[in-house]
């Protein structure tokens, strides 16, 4: 079930996770500016949790579940 706390979470982890699904965060030209920065923590297990909390919840645009 997810929770207020988790997508509060979520908001604020996605510049550093970097989720597919967020329109910003997970475009290249953004992956590719932050990378300098943010290589040595993407495989923590909280931004992994987020790009998955993103991928179960997250419906792309002009998509439905």
């Known amino acids: ?3 207020v ?3 509060s979470a979520c908001a604020l ?3 550093l996770a970097t989720p597919d699904q967020h329109p910003v965060y997970g475009s ?3 992956r ?5 920065v943010t290589t040595e ?3 923590r ?3 992994e949790w987020v ?5 179960r919840h997250r419906v792309p645009k002009g998509k439905n579940r």
Not at 32 to 36: E, L, T
Not at 51 to 55: F, V
């Open 1 to 3: 079930r997810l929770t």
């Open 5 to 7: 706390a988790d997508i």
């Open 13 to 15: 982890l996605a510049p």
């Open 28 to 30: 290249q030209v953004y």
């Open 32 to 36: 590719d500016f932050v990378a300098p």
């Open 41 to 43: 923590w993407t495989t």
């Open 45 to 47: 297990p909280a931004l």
């Open 51 to 55: 790009r998955d909390t993103y991928r």
